[in-house]
């Protein structure tokens, strides 16, 4: 953790910010280590404060010991701005993405003359780059995942319906460690699977159809999420030709992916595949996002992603094909960006599985 602290205070340096309030929880439990749901932290060059109430005392000392507790008993913000004048503060950064406009304004009002500066993305840059203890988590989570699914493939038929089967993994991941799914499972069948966020719904399942699990585990605060869409009965030509194209352009992808492109190519790898096989406008989403202590982080894989890939990042890939009058296909892995390529951290069979 002090790590951490010592990474932003660098951080500040670069864009001149002397003092830092970092209000949204998952970067707040990302510079301090304290989960509880309530709590500000206030960073500067010298200071490093963590401001809550009575409730998380214990917790605290227990989870940030290297932070300076201050219990405010008030409105949060009062205490953040009588911490401001005691240190002198001019001027005090916040994060604008994450403040809401009627917290800057009382927070405005309790400083009384002292400046806001709005920033973005600050703790978010950081959080980019996984240490090892991070990655040792998210394997783990990405292991509960694959192992949920190699069990919901002996158990799943048709007859059931599509929430009896993210009933079971919901338990199947809870039962292997996980505190819960890292979103709401996404179990979608026959003409469903062409949605391509089909929440597990009360459709029963049928031969012929092809069906999209997306799923991942919380565990120790860190996500996975992998979808693997399998086939109940044998696939026509159209299924097995989307599914053999998908695969392939998940494949090709990950097979790039490396320190140095942008997120912008490695989607780029993906959508080329898919548009050459005549089905670019049956992608209609990006080909991955950056997993960590929350499901959907920085960095983007995707025709808006600017970010350059390096080592430590840990990415999704998961291109698909949706086709309203058929079904549709994603296939998804976590992938870690290693110094000479990546490292696939989710291992769950993908060839295409057919159950009677
Ligand atoms: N479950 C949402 C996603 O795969 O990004
Ligand atoms: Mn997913
Ligand atoms: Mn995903």
Do not use: W
């Not at 405010?72 to 809401?100: M, N, W, Y």
């Not at 966020?197 to 996975?224: C, N, P, R």
């Not at 960095?299 to 350059?308: A, E, F, Y």
Request: glycine share 8%; net charge negative; with cysteine.
């Amino acid at each position: 953790m002090e790590q951490r602290i010592h990474r932003l205070r660098r951080r500040m340096e670069e864009s001149d910010i002397g003092a830092f309030l970092v209000s949204h929880p998952v970067n707040r439990r990302y510079v301090t280590g304290f989960t509880g749901s309530s709590g500000v932290a206030l960073i500067t060059a010298t200071e490093a404060i963590l401001i809550t109430d009575f409730r998380y005392l214990t917790q605290v000392k227990e989870q940030a010991p290297h932070m300076t507790l201050v219990q405010h008993k008030g409105p949060i913000l009062e205490t953040v701005a009588e911490q401001c004048r005691q240190l002198g503060v001019k001027s005090l950064a916040f994060e604008q993405d994450h403040l809401t406009f009627s917290q800057h304004q009382q927070l405005e009002g309790f400083l009384n003359g002292i400046a806001t500066d709005p920033v973005s993305d600050i703790v978010e840059e950081l959080r980019m780059i996984k240490d090892e203890e991070e990655l040792s988590v998210i394997r783990d989570a990405a292991l509960i995942a694959d192992r949920a699914f190699y069990q919901i493939i002996q158990e799943i038929k048709p007859g059931m319906k599509e929430k009896d089967v993210a009933l079971r993994l919901e338990i199947l991941m809870r039962e292997m460690g996980a505190s819960s799914s890292s979103f709401d499972i996404i179990v979608a069948s026959g003409l469903r699977s062409a949605l391509p966020h089909g929440t597990a719904s009360d459709k029963v399942l049928e031969k012929g159809d092809l069906v999209t699990m997306d799923f991942g585990a919380y565990y120790q605060g860190y996500a996975s999420d992998i979808t693997r869409t399998i086939m109940l009965g044998q696939p026509n030509e159209k299924q097995k030709e989307i599914y053999d194209v998908v695969l392939e352009a998940q494949k090709c992808c990950i097979a790039q992916i490396r320190p140095g492109i942008t997120g912008r190519e490695a989607d780029g790898v993906a959508r080329d595949y898919i548009t050459k096989h005549g089905y670019g406008d049956s992608f209609g989403h990006g080909t991955g996002h950056g997993l960590g202590l929350e499901v959907h982080e920085a960095p983007r894989l995707s025709i808006h992603g600017n970010t350059v890939l390096a080592p430590g990042m840990v990415v999704t890939v998961e291109p698909g094909i949706y086709l309203p009058e058929l079904g549709g296909v994603r296939i998804e892995d976590d992938v870690l960006i290693t110094e000479s390529g990546c490292e696939v951290l989710t291992h769950a069979n993908k060839e295409l599985i057919m159950i009677d």
